[in-house]
Every structure is written in C-alpha cells, then in structure tokens.
C-alpha cells in the first residue's frame, strides 16, 4: 500500500518568516495530493490541494509543489501568521477499488512565534 | 450548506461497555469515512462507506468496531466492550464519491473525543 512521510515533525518559526513541510510518497499510483490544517479541538480542514497533472499551485500565502518523477511534495507558507500555528497533515490519494483511498502524513505542528 | 456533524462531541465511558458515535455527512456526498486519531498521532483509517455499503472495512482494529450506514446518509460507528486503548478522537469524512474522479477531496467533521476509563 500507499506510505507517505512527512518532515519536520515540529516546526518554529518568526512570525513573517516562510514555513517548508516536506513529504514523499511510495506509491506512483497516487495523482491526488491535498493538505489539511487541524486546529486544536476540531477535525482537519483542507487548506490547498494539487493533482499530478501540475506541478505548482498557490493561493494567497500557500502554495504547494510537486515532483512527480522524484516523489516529492511539499506545502510552503509565507509571511506566516500566530493563527497559522495548527498541525499540518499531508496526504497522497489514489483509485482503489473504484473509490479515492486517501493515505495521511503523520502531521507537522507548526509554531508560530509572534 | 452544513458540513459534517458529528455526536456526541465528547463521550466518557468505562472499559467494558459498549459506545456508539454518530456522523451527519455532507449533504449529496455518497462515500463516508471514519478515522481514528490517537493523541499527537496520524489519522488512521477505519472504514469506508460507499452508499450504505462497506467495500473497504480493512481499518477496522478488532471485531469489537463495527460500522453501519443507512438511507446513504447517517453513520454509526460501534465499539463493543470498550478498552483503554480505545481512547482516541474518531474523525468522520465524507466526499461527493465519483469513481474515478481524480479530485474526490474529503471533507472532515470536527471529531468524537472518546475517553474509556
């Protein structure tokens, strides 16, 4: 099956400085790439997502990137804020048996500093 | 429109007894999804509904966890004789379900705090 890892597993930052998540998957199956911000006491939200027919995607301050070839994905933040400290999850998903079987990181806490 | 609910938000059992958790999907999403989060942990996968259907219950820890769903709307998700190890946040998600959609993103409710003493 699908094995997906994520690094750092606790991240500090400045408020204003830029956040890096890191995550690779194993399995190239998966062309379905979408990350979750989880806030203390609530479930997972979906913050930015990116199919692997792209190799970028950006909204505001988040962008994600994706290297097919290498297996690679990653979420960056920029002139981050207190209220992004959350725990992020990444997650790679791919047809299994007719549905989208969804495979997490482990989560990355993010701390920022103000 | 509403997201998923889910109920009770916090529940507070002893070990041995039997708890049920409830999930209100999205409106018009057909597949359905339970996790289990253990404290400072991943999002570990329990089952996976499509309709009122199961295809994939490989996450099911024990025969103690069942799950069922009916009129491919409302999930109930059963721990029978609860143990310690049981204490987890179980998060439920649903999504629109297309088959072969390359973008079938889930969308999560805010979770059951489970706690067996």
């Known amino acids: 099956g699908e094995n997906v890892e994520q690094h750092p597993s606790t991240l500090s930052v400045q408020e204003g400085d830029s956040a890096v998540i890191k995550c690779t998957y194993s399995?190239?199956?998966?062309?379905?790439f979408p990350w979750y911000k989880q806030e203390l006491g609530k479930g997972p939200q979906l913050i930015i997502d990116i199919r692997s027919n792209v190799g970028e995607k950006k909204d505001q301050r988040i962008a994600v990137t994706l290297n097919k070839t290498a297996k690679h994905f990653s979420l960056h933040i920029t002139e981050t804020q207190p209220e992004d400290s959350a725990v992020y999850f990444c997650?790679?998903?791919?047809?299994?048996?007719?549905?989208?079987?969804?495979?997490f990181g482990t989560g990355t806490k993010l701390q920022v500093i103000p | 429109g509403a997201g998923v609910s889910q109920s009770p938000s916090n529940k507070v059992t002893e070990k041995g007894k039997d708890v049920e958790l409830r999930c209100d999907p999205i409106?018009?999403?057909?597949?359905l999804y339970w996790y289990r989060q253990s404290l400072g942990q991943g999002l570990e996968f329990l089952i996976y509904?499509?309709?009122?259907?199961?295809?994939?219950k490989s996450g099911l820890p024990s025969d103690r966890f069942s799950a069922e769903r009916t009129g491919g709307s409302v999930s109930t998700l059963t721990i029978q004789r609860t143990q310690q190890e049981d204490s987890a946040v179980y998060l439920c998600?649903?999504?629109?379900?297309?088959?072969?959609?390359?973008?079938?993103?889930?969308?999560f409710g805010p979770g059951t705090r489970l706690t067996v003493l």
């Open positions: 409106s018009g999403h057909t597949a």
């Open positions: 998600a649903s999504s629109l379900g297309f088959s072969g959609s390359s973008t079938d993103t889930q969308y």
């Open positions: 997650a790679a998903s791919m047809e299994s048996g007719g549905y989208q079987k969804v495979t």
């Open positions: 509904f499509q309709g009122n259907s199961a295809p994939d």
């Open positions: 399995d190239s199956a998966s062309n379905y």
